[in-house]
């Protein structure tokens, strides 16, 4: 049987399956579904139905799939249509239920057309990368990019449940396994000294013993904050604590160019940016910053920038960041390892480069 762990948001609650036993906790959610005379449809990405053949089969047997191309260029205004389409064409009314299995992308996807179809049916996630069971899967926030921007139109939808099991992640790339653990790293940084003083001492791998437990308990801490601030709206802190090393992180990746570093890569560098700021605001000393960069890159991570980016050019892509309010945007510091709070005050331009600039910017290029 199954673990579980609640996420409590009323008449949105929803469980988190994990462990052994989740296909067969999926297929049970199918029957009495079916039972209730409701259709079911599910949404996967290439990589995933090539890969996860026998999975997708033993969960889902023939009901109807859509496969979209992998990868973030699915997640458009072009691949929520395919996706809508599909749900149409299947004839899935208001009972249906869509089932994502994939990563981020197919998750936030699928979210989103199951947020806009008929105005609103239940949907499952499979996550299948490490990133999706540690943040994406959970939380309900669903979108797409649009040419404007990443993210820049979407929906929250909870879920009616996730089923996370790890040994779908045994065919993911090695470099998305990285990618993943950034988001960990993370979650020990903001909310657990212990995880982050694990993984310290030795670094998560896909084959550790105990992967399963770390991400349930990345999904409690990120279950709690969502539950206090399920729709981001926290003066401070709440739920823009999860967005650690991101402020850096969404600069870096947009300034590099899309593609250029997977998020949770980007992600690794601005932890090491963020872990800067906090030691030029006098929370933390120089000790933890150094602990924080060997962390990272004992997880196959980058602690700097593989190649130099210009200033100028990441500044104006964080002051473009859709989390920026009164032009200056809010940034998450470290009190300490393991407890985090968003500030603003005190934050100069100044400060910020300095910061970028000990991750490997220069002036221009
Ligand atoms: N909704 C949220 O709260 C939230 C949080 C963080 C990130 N995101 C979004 O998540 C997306 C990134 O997610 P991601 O990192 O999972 O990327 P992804 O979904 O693109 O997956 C990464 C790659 O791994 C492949 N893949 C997935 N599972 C596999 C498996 N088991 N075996 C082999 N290949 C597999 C995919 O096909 C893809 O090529 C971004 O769009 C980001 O904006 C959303």
Known sequence: MAETLTVNLQERSYPIFFGGGIQQAVRAEIDRLARAGRKVAVLTDAHVADRQRAALAAMFGDAPRCTV????????????????????????DRGGALFAVGGGVVGDLGGFAAAAYLRGVDFYQVPTTLLAMVDSSVGGKTGINLAAGKNLAGAFHQPRGVFIDTSLLATLPPREFAAGMAEVIKYGL????ALFAELEAAPLTVTSAGLAGVIRRCCALKARIVEADERELAKDGGRALLNLGHTFGHAIEQAAGYGTYLHGEAVAVGL???????????????????????????????????????????????????????????????QRLGEAATRQDGITPVLVEACFREVGAVDSL
């Open 69 to 92: 191309d992998a990868g973030e260029k699915a997640k458009s205004v072009a691949g929520l249509g395919e996706v809508l389409e599909f749900l149409a064409s299947h004839g899935l």
């Open 190 to 193: 903001l909310g657990e000294a």
């Open 272 to 334: 090491c940016a963020a872990a800067r700021l906090s030691q030029k605001l006098g929370l933390i000393p120089a000790g933890d910053v150094a602990r924080i960069d060997a962390v990272v890159k004992a997880h196959a991570l980058p602690a700097r920038l593989r190649t130099p980016l210009a200033l100028p050019t990441l500044l104006a892509a964080m002051a473009r960041d859709k989390k920026v309010r009164a032009g200056l945007p809010r940034f998450v510091v470290l």
